[in-house]
């Protein structure tokens, strides 16, 4: 048998031709820890960079946070020349928008294609209209129980947490002199150069963007569905969004009910009249109401809040234990819970595709189950076949993680367990001790953080690695490994503290 000639024989592989990629996109993490920033970097067909901006914000619990978020848009009009092809605000949370009003000035030279939301930030939407002025009502309502709770003293232990988990949430809705959150997403919303933002919904044809023509970008949320985006108690009884809720009604007529300066509310399900009985303020300052023979202020603080200058020695002890007159705000908690839920699930997701390899890249912004259990059902139409979310999920080789690794997003069996592919990598935007500050307790949360570790083998990336304070930081995988194909980060301006301000990550 003749040999086939030198030049017509295919030329040996090696090792390194063989897995070395050319990088699809290059993404920058900027690693504030509790909050958002993302550049990806795409290569057009005539060699120009095509930039995506996925959210800019810290939230407001962070110390220096608007300064160091200064410092990242200071970065990336560095590594951008101030020119941003599309940007994503992918939900109304503080700790997602709050850089575009906090360094406004900054972003104001800033040239941006255009800007992408999901529906429910349209405000010529019904639903999202409708959606609106639930957590408008719902915010409301819950600065008013935080306001209250705040001045009130004697607050038995599990007040005291609602009222602090009260202000973690308002935190996500707040910025620093109580600047709501919809004007960092508005100022957003101004930096395009188009008259309005374009908004998406969920399936459709998938997007493609000029000169990209490799590149397809699937959005699998946020839900239409009321009961996906888990804004009710439940489902199945499906309260107006509009009225707020029956937390919302709740707290916001108990509020009105406890104002003292309010002499025209009646509170009908009282079983006395308004006149009789003595308000229980009157009776913690010391006043005796209109009894003359019974000492009413006397007698509260005895039995009631204590403890009574002068009493005898057996009641001389401090009753506070006994007060149950805020209890009734205890259901901010639950309200607060319900808005924090429902406006993470309102998270544009974007799934980008890589039409020759078919690896897909996944960002759910903060997404939590509801959102993701809406995707199951959902399909496209991709070339030749129909594309369904089971089968980008199992393409999926590189993921930024919702909500900061929070127990409450990335569910097990309509996520991760769908993930397959065996060269998934993961970066989680999240710093430990500013949560436990934050008073989130465990975040990342142990379960989905051991998950990862071993569906990545380990090729997981947290903003907090100590790693990334040293300029020559390595992580603790090899690169190129799995999609990863090189890793590069920058430590913070040392007056910033410790830590990296972003990592970078080739991918393929």
């Known amino acids: 048998m003749s040999r086939k000639p030198a030049a017509a024989r295919r030329p040996r592989r090696t090792a390194a031709s063989a897995t070395a990629r050319v990088p699809s996109v290059t993404v920058r993490h900027y690693c504030q820890g509790i909050g958002d920033c993302h550049l990806l970097t795409f290569t057009k067909a005539d060699g120009a960079p095509f930039r995506m ?21 200071g970065d990336l009009k560095k590594e951008t020349g101030g020119k941003i092809d599309v940007l994503v605000v992918t939900h109304e949370h503080w700790d997602h928008v709050s850089g575009f009003l906090t360094s406004k000035d900054l972003f104001k030279d800033f040239s941006v294609g255009d800007v992408w939301m999901a529906w429910t930030e349209n405000p010529a939407d019904p639903g999202a209209i409708e959606l609106d002025k639930f957590k408008g009502q719902a915010l409301d309502a819950l600065q008013g129980a935080s306001r209250k709770l705040d001045g009130m003293q004697g607050l038995n232990p599990y007040m005291q947490r609602v009222r602090d988990g009260l202000q973690a949430v308002l935190g996500f809705q707040f ?6 959150v919809r004007s960092a997403r508005n100022a957003a919303a101004k930096l395009s150069a188009k008259p309005s933002p374009t908004y998406f919904e969920p399936g459709g ?6 000169g990209l023509p490799k590149l397809r970008i699937y959005v699998l949320g946020p839900p239409r569905d009321k009961a996906a985006l888990r804004l009710e108690e439940k489902a199945s009884e499906m309260f107006p969004l509009a009225s707020g809720g029956p937390f919302a009604r709740a707290l916001a007529s108990g509020l009105k009910m406890n104002q003292a300066d309010d002499p025209t509310y009646i509170d009908e399900l009282s079983p006395f009249e308004r006149n009789i009985g003595t308000p229980l303020s009157t009776a913690l300052n010391g006043d005796r109401g209109g009894d003359p023979v019974v000492d009413i202020g006397t007698f509260t603080r005895k039995h009631y809040s204590g403890p009574v200058s002068g009493a005898a020695p057996m009641e001389d002890r401090d009753q506070s234990w006994r007060r149950i007159d805020a209890d009734w705000m205890g259901i901010a908690a639950d309200l607060a819970l319900q808005l924090d839920r429902g406006v993470n699930n309102t998270s544009l997701v974007l799934a980008f595709e890589l039409i020759d390899s078919g690896r897909v890249f996944l960002f759910p912004g903060d997404a939590q189950i509801g959102n993701w259990l809406s995707w199951k059902d959902l399909k496209w139409p991709g070339g030749q076949a129909t594309v369904a979310t089971a089968d980008l999920l199992a393409r999926t ?7 900061h690794g929070s127990q409450n997003a990335t569910p097990q069996k309509q996520g991760l367990d769908l993930m397959t592919s065996p060269d998934l990598s993961a970066f989680i935007p999240t710093n430990k001790l500013d949560a436990v500050k934050v008073r989130w307790g465990e975040m990342p949360y142990d379960a989905i953080l051991t998950a990862l570790e071993a569906k990545t083998k380990g090729r997981v990336i947290r903003a907090d690695d100590p790693w990334l304070a040293d300029k020559n930081g390595k992580p603790g995988f090899a690169a190129p490994s799995g999609s990863i194909q090189a890793v590069r980060s920058a430590p913070r301006d040392p007056a910033r503290g410790p830590g990296g301000l972003w990592v970078e990550v080739d991918l393929a």
Request: proline residues 5%; aromatic residues 2%; glycine residues 12%.
């Open 175 to 180: 910025g620093a002199a109580g600047e709501r």
């Open 205 to 210: 044809v998938p997007q493609a963007i000029d």
């Open 397 to 403: 080789v590189y993921l930024k993680v919702a909500h």
């Open 53 to 73: 901006l996925i959210d800019c914000g810290i939230h407001v619990s962070i110390t220096g946070g608007p300064a160091l978020v200064a410092d990242i848009v």
